[in-house]
């Protein structure tokens, strides 16, 4: 069966500090792979999504970036962090049949 | 994808059904709609999707109107467990690749 990993669970990082949460997926080959934020009191918002190594797409402009080195590996990173980049980023994977699985999540504190 | 409106919470007592209802009046004849839910502090979890005919699974059942503009989802025996914000999506099936554009969704408590 399918697992999706991520980690850290949880980070406290400080203002103008990098950013690396990773998400590896287990049991399925060249999965599409998704990364969203959910801030504090709103839905889910889709930052990017990549259906292919090296294929990353960006939703929304922000200060954040993706990357995708394997097939099942999938790195969001910033090289400076902004108190708004406090949330909870989940990583996700998607099926032909366009279900979505989310992984437990991570929940970053920028102070 | 369509925009979907959705009541902000509702409650529903351990044991009984809980039908939580959402409008999507601008979906068009391709689109899927789905529903996910998220329990506090997890992420998403997949329940069941339908393009016009009524689905049902081990989770829950999905009602879709004739004319598509609206959707319930029916959990038959709410319990405690299922206490948990309820997305409705409408959104297109592409083949290669697909996004979910959730909303606030329907914050559901099951109360003993």
């Known amino acids: 069966s399918q697992t999706i990993h991520q980690w850290p669970a949880t980070l406290v990082q400080p203002v103008g500090s990098p950013l690396s949460l990773e998400c590896t997926v287990e049991?399925?080959?060249?999965?599409?792979l998704y990364w969203y934020r959910q801030a504090a009191g709103r839905g889910l918002q889709l930052l990017f999504y990549s259906v292919g190594i090296g294929q990353i797409s960006s939703e929304v402009p922000q200060n954040l970036s993706a990357s995708r080195p394997q097939d099942r590996q999938f790195i969001l990173s910033s090289k400076k962090l902004l108190l708004s980049d406090s949330g909870f980023y989940l990583c996700a994977w998607g099926t032909s049949a366009n279900e979505q699985f989310f992984g437990p999540g991570t929940r970053l504190t920028v102070l | 994808d369509a925009k979907t409106t959705q009541p902000t919470s509702m409650d529903c007592a351990e044991g009984r059904a809980a039908n939580l209802p959402c409008n999507h009046s601008t979906i068009s004849g391709n689109e899927y709609v789905y529903w996910y839910r998220q329990i506090h502090s997890q992420g998403p979890q997949y329940i069941i999707h339908?393009?016009?005919n009524n689905e049902t699974n081990e989770m829950a059942s999905l009602i879709i109107t004739e004319d598509r503009k609206s959707s319930t989802l029916i959990l038959p025996h709410a319990t405690l467990r299922d206490t948990a914000v309820y997305y409705c999506i409408v959104r297109v099936t592409i083949s290669g690749y697909s996004t979910l554009t959730f909303g606030k969704g329907t914050m559901l408590l099951v109360s003993p």
């Open positions: 339908g393009l016009k």
């Open positions: 049991g399925t080959s060249n999965p599409n």
